[in-house]
């Protein structure tokens, strides 16, 4: 901090803050005497793995511990104010009003029963300091500013009425209509569309300026943080690794953990053809109910490689997916596995065709039955299609853990004993254990962090060198299709929009929706985001639209 | 540049999660109780106590079941500890038999309707086509007749035999049952888990028993508790009614309602045999009402313990 603000302007000044979390009958500790500080209208990027304790310091914040948390030690000075030690009625009265709070899942945050508007004045009603109509006109104006559409009237709208990126951005309204000294950032983005966060990145940020509004900015995405934050601190196990001016983080990490975080989204393969088609979807249509999701899908997988399938959400990659392993029998149009029509009904399929398709999905938590062990887990595919039993089975479940890279003492922990990281290196290890064919990947690395993301990825690779298994790799995040893959599908709303090997089709020119969606991933320069919106400005005809 | 990366390169073993202290079963049973709440061993120790009445019921009980003495409706004596009734059979043991008799019906009705509506509600929960749709009209169907009449009913069209009240009982509590079975697992079926094991191509029998029934079974052992209850009322009230368990076997039912009638003579009678025909029918009403309250004292701690309503 080379200007050295002036002591006067210092809201937030968190010392040795220390938490420990209650669980399995023991305290642990959270977050190892960590210090914070924050200035007025300072934004900071907080970023870390997922467990690396970045909420509950965010939280801590708010001089708030969850459930089973609690302060061991340190201060948390808010403008004057102690409020580690505060009582949680006298915090009511500065939660929402002075600081207020922005979670991940702004779907998850809205009560479905009460209008937006009123929802987003609640805590300001609350003040008593304006009247209710100034209040909505605040709040329409803030809606106005946040770029949503028919600013006027969309708070009459109950929230299952606007899209995930617009909600996100009436909850950022929420967390502005009293006008807090400090707004924490808990992931605002990270569930949604990279052309729908562009949106709300910069909606956001022009607003925090405008109000000179303090604001913590938590994400494990670095990309993003380079476009929001001042500064950054980098956490890990509870700990500080290091903190810095976002350019100088940027361009000079001092600690090698910072570095390793850095280099990730450097990852690339160069592509390779393949001509020996393994696998041929033909012309698909298929339908939810009456409602048609897939018009006349053609893709054709090779053995032994990758092909990417990109788009939004609801543009019916999934779908795609689902009509390949027969859970959606299609209208029209054929699978073909290796010269031979697939059955479009699952229950039609052999045992065999089964086993040769695996499928490894988005959320390793739900994919595996919380009360199976990992052996269990990965020993059953054995039994079922290769019929190994007792120490044969654990024999082989063992050698398929050391091929993900994990060892024999996972073989008896249970799904929720594992990391985000190593569970969807268990969902693998199952996949794997069918022989496969072919793997179907539905965004198996969008719910992890980057340097998790990447150990992933190599792992992909390597058995896709060893066994020359086939993947469809079912993506929303363009810096994974460069990791990864061979051949693009982009997408869009139930159709293919283009087709083709990567270089060809991640190099210009673009069909209109394929360029949208290859400049909304953010990069990792600080000035992406004002290029980015420069550009747009300028060419004015793709003006980015805030429908879905 | 690169060194350093090298050193720093994550592996997928360091990764940090919450790994559990590998702890014997018998010791996780020891760090539950040392937590349960004093409600609760009052149920836990009831439970047992009736348990070994039911199961040592021949040895416990100083008589035989059907014992008939000379002198009947007599009060209480060193010879009968709580008197006979009203053909000379010793209430103490009729007491302990009861235990025997009431709560093992109650036990085979209530695992009886587990069976049934437990596995046609998976069913119906996996399938969600026709078949959920046959089986969900049928069973709102049964529910909407009045359950103890419908009993009355279906036990005089046929014989009140213990085979028959456990078979009646169990259907008809079978319905509550496939309707908590059918909604708890609707949310399990749409796990990811569930369809990779569909994916993997198992059967049925596979996914409810293996996939699905594991990640139900808080919500069932306690409903299971409740239902027990309700089971166990129910079978004391159509004994009651006469309608329930038979004599000459002991039941705590039958027992209200054949001494019922002495409460009706307590002001007549002197100060301590007062106190006694006012017990004749309070004693078999009180086991009853404590085994209530005993196990619905085990099922709330339960139930809290494994839906996270902890305090903090």
């Known amino acids: ?548 | 540049m690169t060194e350093t990366q090298n050193q720093a390169a994550p592996s997928a073993l360091n990764e940090t999660a919450a790994v559990r202290l590998r702890r014997s079963r018998f010791e996780r049973i020891r760090i539950l109780l040392s937590r349960a709440p004093l409600t609760a061993w009052f149920g836990m120790i009831v439970v047992s106590l009736y348990a070994i009445a039911a199961v040592f019921a021949p040895l416990l009980a100083p008589y035989g079941e059907a014992e008939i003495f000379a002198k009947a409706d007599d009060i209480w004596s060193s010879k009968h500890w709580l008197g006979t009734d009203q053909i000379g059979r010793d209430v103490l043991t009729r007491l302990v038999y009861g235990a025997r008799n009431t709560v093992g019906i109650a036990l085979g009705t209530t695992t009886l309707s587990f069976l049934i509506g437990g596995g046609l509600g998976l069913i119906a929960a996996i399938d969600r086509g026709w078949i959920d749709q046959i089986f969900s009209r049928g069973i709102d169907v049964l529910m909407a007749i009045p359950s103890l009449i419908f009993a009355l009913m279906l036990l005089a069209i046929f014989d009140s035999s213990i085979i028959g009240l456990i078979l009646i009982i169990g259907v008809l509590d079978a319905t509550r049952v496939f309707r908590l079975t059918r909604s708890v697992s609707l949310n399990i079926v749409v796990m990811d888990y569930v369809e990779a094991a569909r994916l993997r191509g198992e059967n049925m029998g596979w996914i409810m028993t293996r996939e699905i029934l594991p990640n139900i079974l808080p919500p069932l052992i306690a409903e299971f508790g409740l239902r027990f209850i309700f089971v166990f009322l129910t079978i004391a009230a159509l004994s009651f009614l006469g309608m329930g368990v038979q004599p000459p076997t002991a039941d705590w039912g039958s027992m209200v309602r054949e001494n019922a009638k002495w409460i009706t003579y307590v002001p007549y009678f002197p100060f301590p045999d007062a106190m006694y025909y006012a017990l004749k029918p309070l004693l078999p009403a009180g086991c009853i009402a404590l085994l209530t309250i005993a196990v619905n004292f085990i099922v709330d701690w339960f139930l809290h313990e494994t839906s996270g309503l902890r305090d903090v």
């Open chain 1, 1 to 548: 901090m080379s200007e050295a603000p002036n002591q006067s302007s210092l809201l937030l000044d968190m010392k040795n803050i220390s938490i420990e979390g209650f669980s399995d009958e023991r305290w642990h500790p959270i977050i190892n005497n960590v210090d914070l500080t924050l200035h007025r209208g300072e934004v900071l990027g907080l970023i870390g793995e997922s467990g690396a304790g970045k909420s509950t310091l965010g939280k801590a914040a708010m001089g708030y511990t969850q459930p089973g948390c609690r302060f061991t030690g340190g201060d948390v000075l808010f403008d004057g104010l102690e409020l580690s030690r505060m009582n949680v009625r006298d915090l009511r009265s500065i939660w929402g009003t002075r600081i207020s709070y922005v979670a991940q899942s702004a779907a998850a945050s809205f009560n479905p029963a009460h209008r937006l508007l009123d929802q987003t004045i609640r805590a300001s009603k609350r003040l008593g300091e304006r009247s209710e109509q100034v209040l909505k006109n605040d709040a329409i104006d803030l809606f106005r500013r946040l770029n949503l559409p028919e600013p006027e009237t969309i708070g009459n709208r109950y929230p299952h009425q606007v899209s995930g990126g617009q909600l996100q951005r009436v909850m950022t309204a929420m967390a502005m209509s009293p006008r807090p000294d400090l707004i924490i950032f808990d992931e605002p983005t990270t569930a949604l569309d990279v052309t729908t966060q562009v949106e709300v990145l910069s909606s956001i940020r022009d607003l925090v300026a405008q109000f000179n509004t303090a604001a913590i900015y938590i994400t494990h995405d670095l990309a993003v943080v380079a476009q929001m934050a001042d500064r950054i601190k980098v956490l890990r196990f509870g700990e500080e690794v290091e903190q810095a001016e976002t350019r100088t983080m940027l361009s000079a990490p001092e600690e090698d953990y910072t570095k390793s975080l850095w280099s990730v989204r450097s990852l690339e393969k160069p592509e390779q053809a393949g001509d020996d088609v393994l696998l041929s979807i033909a012309n698909i249509d298929a339908a939810y109910g009456s409602s048609k999701v897939l018009h006349d899908v053609s893709i054709n997988l090779p053995r032994g490689r990758t092909v990417a399938v990109v788009g939004e959400s609801g543009s019916g990659k999934s779908t795609t997916a689902r009509v390949i392993t027969g859970l959606l029998p299609q209208l029209s149009g054929s699978v073909t596995f290796e010269g031979e029509q697939l059955p479009p009904k699952l229950r039609d399929r052999s045992k065999d065709q089964l086993r040769r398709i695996q499928m490894i999905y988005q959320m390793a938590d739900t994919a595996m039955n919380p009360r199976q062990t990992v052996g269990d887990i990965i020993g059953r595919p054995l039994e079922f299609y290769l019929g190994l039993r007792g120490r044969d089975q654990e024999r082989r479940v063992i050698e398929l853990l050391e091929m993900i890279e994990l060892d024999a003492s996972f073989y008896d922990r249970l799904p929720d004993e594992l990391s985000g990281g190593q569970k969807q290196r268990i969902c693998i290890a199952r996949a794997l254990a069918a022989k496969p064919d072919i793997i179907i990947c539905d965004e198996v690395t969008s719910a992890l962090d980057q340097i998790v993301q990447e150990g992933i990825l190599n792992l992909l690779q390597r058995l896709q060198d060893e066994f020359g298994i086939a993947y469809l790799f079912i993506t929303h995040d363009i810096a994974t299709v460069r990791a990864i893959s061979d051949e693009i599908v982009v997408m869009w709303q139930g159709k293919v929009v283009e087709q083709g090997m990567k270089n060809e089709i991640l190099s210009p020119p673009h069909p209109d929706y394929s360029e949208l969606l290859l400049s909304s991933v953010p990069e990792m320069d600080p000035d992406w985001l004002d290029t980015l919106l420069a550009q747009r400005a300028a060419e004015g005809s793709k003006t980015i639209k805030a429908q879905d």
